[in-house]
């Protein structure tokens, strides 16, 4: 079935760590890719997209993400983290064809001071 | 960008009755969505509303439980009908312009008792 994953559940770092949450889809063809943030008790926020062109997009907040398109990846990497990244990551995969969002399963970051 | 308003933003709620969540968005845009996302969980997609005519619903979500209506290219409404607390989940309206972005409202936390 077609999918997106993504394989950390839950990462724990120290603040100042480098960051990189993995997120890799199976749907064929041209794809829409999209990382959304989500803080504790707020809703969802864009963090960055990529629709074409340069595969290294960068976001809001310092974040980044690589196209991969012969890996089906798209992971989002920050060089330092901040005690105030620590929320909930969501990877999101936009097929041309289809509506709506498909959603991974969410990475929980947590970020110790 | 594209701001997202949902009432009620919570509501506890017997079983066997039904709750109307209003989603209004401040501006025109092309595809408007509902989510489910359970406590902790990622979002799982509903159905898409479908201005003037009937939504079209994802595998595992009938009209019959979830009416939607989209009157207008900024408005809709989803029915949680005959509740269980099987139904307990935060609903989140999406949307999506010209440019596929995709934006979220800040949920309805339901609470079916």
């Known amino acids: 079935a077609q999918s997106v994953s993504q394989h950390n559940h839950h990462v724990i770092l120290s603040e100042a760590a480098s960051l990189e949450l993995g997120c890799n889809y199976s749907?064929?063809?041209?794809?829409?890719l999209f990382w959304y943030v989500q803080y504790p008790g707020q809703h969802l926020q864009l963090l960055l997209k990529y629709f074409s062109g340069d595969p290294l997009v960068k976001g809001i907040k310092g974040f980044e993400a690589e196209f991969i398109k012969s890996k089906f990846s798209f992971n989002l990497r920050k060089p330092s983290v901040q005690w105030s990244d620590t929320a909930e990551y969501f990877c999101?995969?936009?097929?041309?064809?289809?509506?709506?969002?498909?959603f991974g399963s969410g990475t929980r970051l947590q970020v110790q001071p | 960008s594209a701001v997202i308003s949902q009432k009620p933003s919570r509501d506890i709620c017997q079983r066997g009755t039904s709750l109307t969540i209003q989603c209004q968005v401040d501006s025109q845009v092309t595809m408007m969505f509902w989510y489910r996302q359970q406590p902790g969980q990622s979002l799982t997609l509903i159905a898409t509303a479908n201005q003037g005519s009937e939504a079209t619903y994802e595998s595992g979500f009938v009209i019959d439980k979830f009416p939607i209506s989209r009157p207008n290219l900024t408005f809709s409404t989803l029915t949680v009908s005959n509740m269980s607390p099987e139904d307990s989940s935060i609903y989140l309206c999406?949307?999506?312009?010209?440019?596929?972005?995709?934006?979220f409202g800040p949920g309805t936390r339901l609470t079916v008792t």
């Open positions: 749907y064929g063809g041209t794809v829409n």
């Open positions: 999101a995969v936009n097929p041309t064809g289809r509506r709506a969002l498909t």
């Open positions: 999406s949307a999506r312009d010209r440019l596929y972005e995709q934006y």
